[in-house]
């Protein structure tokens, strides 16, 4: 991200992030809870979209930051993950924290 001056990376962020708030007024028309994540590259290219998942399954693990964690160490290589950054509608908590960590994008992931 070394290309970004800061005012670009501020906008950058913002858009994601807006973007993440999106995600969570759809989980809330789903009928989950109002959390939503994603996984962007390097050049800005979304590469992962996450709802909370709580229903149908009443599944209380079932974090948007979670899930998408969960996705990305099965889908993307670990050069991906350590280039790319998780944008949350809300902190993560310790369970995504670890998830996150876990999945390979370690403290290189950073939220929003």
């Known amino acids: 991200m070394s290309d970004y001056s800061n005012s670009e990376r501020s906008r950058r962020d913002e858009e994601f992030l807006r973007r993440c708030f999106e995600v969570a007024r759809r989980s809330m028309a789903h009928g989950n809870h109002p959390f939503g994540a994603i996984l962007v590259d390097e050049r800005g290219n979304v590469l992962i979209e996450t709802e909370n998942g709580y229903m149908p399954s009443r599944d209380s693990t079932a974090h948007a ?32 924290a670890g998830a996150i960590y876990w999945a390979g994008g370690s403290a290189a992931w950073s939220t929003g």
């Open 65 to 96: 930051e979670r899930l998408l964690a969960t996705q990305a160490c099965r889908t993307l290589d670990t050069e991906t993950l350590r280039k790319a950054t998780l944008y949350s509608s809300a902190e993560p908590c310790a369970m995504c």
